[in-house]
């Protein structure tokens, strides 16, 4: 057996053996974008509306490769899952130990105000990447982020541009230590083609109101963590993970010190009542230890897998950075109106996302002090 840094180098090798021509190609220029659906996949060469409807649509994950060049990524991203190693080796705890402050939280946590945010959110016909509807919801949000961020004016709130119009959203609440704990979930949403309706509810308006609730507890408690905080909404996964491609090769190449990425994609639909915890394509000990949380503080959890290029933590991953992904369902039993026009504000299970706000809250303050 080859030992994981040596395949990692053969899996690079093979990448640039065989992968489709480079970005800055006639194909790249031309608006084709190529795309990866697995570890050993070199490469397709694909329109927009392409991604959408004969992937998207179908349940195919991928990951838009046209702009990364960095030789590491591409290597991990055509490495076996299993193979992948986090840059930053980082011991979790096996138990929580804050509970006092973060029940003290939790219990300021509720629907009222996700229940208004998921309505605005699902009221654009859709809030597709490259649509005037995806840039308007992103407006929208920035702005919602800042209005609740406001109750602390510690904590700031940036856009992250992309090189399509629909930025990328980042709140930072400032602890003592430059190191960062990140949760994230993306905004835009799609119908099943570039051009259909798309309230995207469960995917994902849903992970995007339990980050903002987290945010607007933490913001009006005044929280003061130890680890900086990030929540972090990203254009463009449905296009490829492409915000958060964007923003994980931004802090790679700034040497930003992560300690974890939890995910959350599609967090309004659990027949289970329970939260699912993802087991492929993330750091497997922050897996366990977010697992830990869950179980203390929401009760007994699901698992499930979810294939390449499921959602954002596979960026993070690529990069180099542990990741985590919390869902509200396993593949079988998750909403069956996803990427279509009735994944609607009408079937989203409130009491699922009061569990995932509760959760995040809690996984903020734990992991605060890491």
């Not at 076996?80 to 986090?86: F, G, K, L």
């Not at 949403?189 to 995007?208: E, L, Q």
Request: aromatic fraction near 10%; include cysteine.
């Amino acid at each position: 057996m080859l030992a994981p840094s040596l395949l990692a180098f053969v899996a690079g090798l093979a990448w640039s053996a065989t992968a489709a021509p480079a970005p800055g190609t006639t194909r790249a220029r031309a608006g084709l974008s190529l795309i990866k659906t697995s570890p050993e996949d070199a490469g397709k060469w694909v329109t927009d509306e392409q991604k959408i409807r004969d992937y998207k649509s179908k349940g195919i994950g991928f990951v838009d490769i046209t702009n990364i060049t960095d030789p590491d990524v591409l290597a991990a991203l055509s490495a076996p899952d299993s193979e992948r190693v986090s840059a930053l080796a980082v011991s979790y705890p096996s138990s929580v130990s804050h509970q006092t402050e973060a029940n003290t939280l939790i219990a300021k946590v509720s629907t009222t105000s996700p229940k208004s945010w998921l309505k605005t959110l699902t009221e654009f016909y859709n809030r597709y990447y490259q649509s005037s509807y995806g840039t308007q919801a992103g407006t929208w949000l920035f702005n919602t982020v800042k209005s609740v961020a406001g109750a602390n004016s510690a904590i700031t709130v940036s856009q992250f541009a992309h090189s399509f119009n629909q930025p990328s959203i980042i709140a930072k609440v400032p602890g003592s230590t430059a190191n960062l704990v990140i949760v994230s979930a993306h905004y835009d949403s799609t119908g099943g083609s570039s051009s259909a309706r798309g309230p995207g509810a469960d995917d994902n308006a849903s992970g995007v109101v339990v980050l903002l609730e987290a945010l607007r507890v933490l913001s009006g408690a005044g929280f003061k963590p130890k680890n900086t905080l990030e929540f972090h909404f990203y254009a463009g996964e449905e296009g490829g993970l492409l915000g958060s491609q964007a923003v994980f090769s931004n802090y790679k190449s700034a040497g930003k010190s992560v300690l974890a990425v939890v995910n959350q994609d599609m967090a309004g639909y659990s027949p289970s009542g329970k939260l699912s915890i993802y087991t492929d394509y993330v750091d497997s000990s922050l897996t366990a230890y977010t697992r830990v949380v869950a179980n203390a503080y929401t009760g007994a959890t699901t698992s499930d897998k979810c294939g390449y290029g499921c959602s954002d933590h596979a960026s993070a991953r690529s990069y180099g950075f542990p990741a985590a992904y919390v869902c509200d369902e396993t593949m079988d039993a998750s909403t069956p109106y996803i990427h279509s026009s009735q994944d609607d504000y009408s079937t989203i299970m409130w009491d699922a996302i009061l569990r995932h706000a509760k959760f995040t809250v809690a996984f903020l303050v734990e992991a605060s002090y890491l």
